[in-house]
């Protein structure tokens, strides 16, 4: 009887540290963590809205979705792919790639990713007035893009010369759209601190970016055992300790539930039953 009884406790104790908290913790194989999260009022309110778990891990912009191809949370990076973007090996018309203020702010590509301006006008801002955006990359030239490359093989064949392309970096791209730049096509590079010597084709073609994470507080809240979460309306830090309770700054300490919430869930009561049941029956036996 005994032995049953403190089974049960000890499973129903279990039981309860296991409740999930109502936030997802990966996507396909890439894990969401602090200071993202795919449910509303997961992880840092500055990354609402930011990320989508449809098919694949998005990342939302307002010139698209880009699939997300990692995130390092040590490095604090994040590697996004527009498949709409040329790369050596393919020619797509451009568009432009935009995001948010907030997300310029906290989320901006980093300084080892490259855009690279490709069959611009001789009229191009970035090739007069701003002539300055442009900068030497590792001693790489557009006949050399043009010429290893089979996607931009097209701009010089057409023209027999090279015209003109502009190594730059994200702000040229945020404050100038494609048409104020006049080039027709862009493709952006990343790691590219190191790619002095090495050619087009094994450049890595894509985006990435680089955020910060909020110093909220977070790190006493995950100690306790809770995800770091926000209040949907106000946006009001949260730590999400089970799908029963939040508290402001922590998790109670020793389980889950925390302390002055107002729904206490019903396991909580059933536990507190067999807690006086199991001394009960230990009075008797003695
Ligand atoms: C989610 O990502 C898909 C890309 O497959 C996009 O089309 C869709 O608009 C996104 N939804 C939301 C709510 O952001
Ligand atoms: C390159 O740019 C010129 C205009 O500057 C345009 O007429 C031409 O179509 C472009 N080449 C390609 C392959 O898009
Ligand atoms: C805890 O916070 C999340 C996110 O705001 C919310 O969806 C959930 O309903 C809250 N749960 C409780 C028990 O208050």
Redesign the pocket.
Known sequence: MQMQLLLMLTLFTLQLQAIPTPCKTSCGNIPINYPFGLEDGCGAPQFR?ML?C???L?F?TPSG?YKVESIDYGKKTMTIYDPSMSTCSILQPHHDFQMTDIQSAIIPPSQDTVFVLLNCSIDSPVLNHYKYLCFNFAGHTCDELYGACNAFRVFHLLTNSSPPCCFTSYGTVKFMSMNILDCTHYTSVLNTDNLKGVGPLDWVYGIKLSFSVPDTGCESCKRSGGTCGFDTDTEGLLCLCSSFANSTRACAAGNMISKGQKNVPWTHYLLVLLVVAYFHTRVRLL
Request: net charge negative.
């Open positions: 809205h989508n449809s098919t694949d998005f939302q979705a």
